[in-house]
């Protein structure tokens, strides 16, 4: 279920916002560096070539699993596990291997002969798991604005704190963040502005007539 899965209870959020973020990141560039070259905003264009469009795509998920290989990114995949929550069970392994895990397994298969005989008929008297049946839930809409920093959005989810200058954007707001009713996470401080980007572009013009 949706509950004991560590990719929908704690990465995919993250993993989902930093794609986001990357990829507006490769229009804003794009934009910028062809205006800093003399185009109005007008004569702006977004490239359709498949290899460009193919390494904007591959260059973020590379990133993503480099972080996640990395210190910080191990940290959210063990909490991930950890949020991984039924009962007074989760997928940790520190509760997996505990003593208290093992006995309860134990218990539960002594009352089940049918269920035991079956298990060490096939795999012998070794490590054995009992799997949950899986019950796809509904996906959930848990996108959070591209502007708010990855850092923030980790704390978060996973109450991790990793250092921005390891994995924020130059692109994200530094004025606080605040948590809608279903906990997605939006910039606070100025407005966001839709014309940014234009009157940037303009200021470009001026300054190098």
């Known amino acids: 279920t949706g509950i004991f899965q560590p990719a929908d209870v704690g990465m995919q959020r993250i993993t989902k916002h930093r794609l986001a973020q990357e990829e507006v990141h490769f229009l804003i560039k794009s934009h910028k560096s062809q205006?800093?070259?003399?185009?109005?905003?007008?004569?702006v264009k977004i490239t359709t070539s498949y290899p460009v469009l193919r390494d904007a795509?591959?260059?973020?998920?590379?990133?993503?699993?480099?972080?996640?290989?990395?210190?910080y990114g191990r940290d959210i995949v063990k909490k991930a596990w950890e949020r991984c929550v039924a009962n007074e069970w989760n997928l940790s392994e520190a509760v997996l291997t505990s003593r208290k895990a093992r006995a309860s397994l134990r218990n539960y298969l002594l009352t089940d002969k049918i269920l035991r005989d079956e298990i060490e008929g096939k795999m012998g008297p070794l490590n054995l798991g009992l799997e949950p049946e899986d019950d796809e839930d509904p996906d959930e809409?848990?996108?959070?604005?591209?502007?708010v920093p990855s850092s923030a959005v980790i704390n978060e989810a996973l109450g991790i704190v990793v250092p921005p200058s390891v994995v924020d954007s130059e692109f994200c707001v530094d004025s606080g963040t605040t948590a809608?009713?279903?906990g997605r996470l939006h910039a606070i401080g100025e407005e966001e502005d839709i014309w940014s980007l234009r009157y940037e572009s303009e200021d470009v013009l001026e300054d190098s007539l």
């Open 180 to 182: 809608d009713k279903k």
């Open 57 to 71: 795509t591959v260059m973020p998920i590379v990133q993503v699993f480099e972080f996640m290989r990395g210190p």
């Open 35 to 43: 205006t800093a070259s003399g185009l109005t905003p007008e004569q």
């Open 141 to 147: 809409d848990d996108t959070d604005d591209t502007d």
